[in-house]
């Protein structure tokens, strides 16, 4: 079936320390997203990538989907508390359905 | 304000009974979708739709139904054949533009089995 794994399930970091969380598809997908979900709150879409070995940034925020469209990773430089929450990529298989990853819970040690 | 609107936020209910979780969205968006999510866990789909009176089964979409008579309106129904309804559940709605599709979610409903 069409499946989208992510790791890692968790992640501790100390507060300034660098994350990164990684999506593998076994097979190409039509484009990627990435969503932060706060504790207790919903996710809330942070951006989508399309072509393959595309690289955007946002501020603090790296995303990158491989060159087949088969993987992608989301890197936060210089982690803040402001970062903590679980970070979900989703797949597009072509077809209008998303397939979300099971998650990387990101927690902060001050 | 624009956005997806769920209600209730909270919701108990009894063992063998139905229960209907609204969606509604004012953002004229064609396709919403319904998920799951279990503690720690990811979204899992229900059931989407792309278009007004069309909608197609997700991967857990046994034990619950949906309709799509209106554009803003995605009610989901919980029926007493969903063996295990205590979750999270997550109504969205897709902007579709030529730079990509945007999802947005609502807040959620917390639904509890007692």
């Known amino acids: 079936g069409q499946q989208v794994m992510q790791i890692p399930q968790y992640q501790h970091v100390q507060e300034g320390e660098d994350f990164t969380t990684y999506c593998n598809s076994s097979?190409?997908?039509?484009?990627i997203q990435w969503y932060k979900q706060r504790p207790g709150g919903h996710p809330v879409f942070l951006i989508q990538?399309?072509?393959?070995?595309e690289v955007k940034k946002q501020k603090r925020l790296t995303f990158q989907f491989g060159e087949a469209k088969k993987n992608s990773s989301l890197h936060i430089t210089a982690t803040q508390t402001t970062d903590v929450g679980t970070y979900f990529c989703?797949?597009?298989?072509?077809?209008?359905?998303?397939?979300f990853g099971t998650g990387t819970r990101l927690t902060i040690i001050p | 304000d624009g956005g997806i609107t769920q209600s209730p936020k909270y919701l108990f209910r009894k063992e063998g009974q139905n229960v209907t979780l609204s969606c509604e969205q004012n953002?004229?968006?064609?396709?919403m979708y319904w998920y799951r999510q279990d503690p720690g866990q990811g979204l899992r789909l229900i059931y989407y739709?792309?278009?007004?009176?069309?909608?197609q089964k997700g991967d857990i979409a046994e034990g619950y139904s949906v309709s799509r008579e209106k554009k803003e309106s995605f009610p989901l129904t919980v029926t007493s054949a969903q063996k295990n309804p205590t979750a999270f559940y997550l109504c969205?709605?897709?902007?579709?533009?030529?730079?990509?599709?945007?999802?947005?979610f609502g807040e959620g409903s917390w639904l509890t089995v007692v």
């Open positions: 989703a797949g597009n298989f072509g077809n209008e359905k998303l397939t």
């Open positions: 097979t190409t997908l039509s484009n």
């Open positions: 990538l399309v072509k393959s070995g």
């Open positions: 953002l004229n968006h064609d396709a």
């Open positions: 739709s792309q278009i007004v009176n069309d909608f």
């Open positions: 969205a709605s897709i902007a579709r533009s030529r730079g990509g599709n945007t999802i947005y």
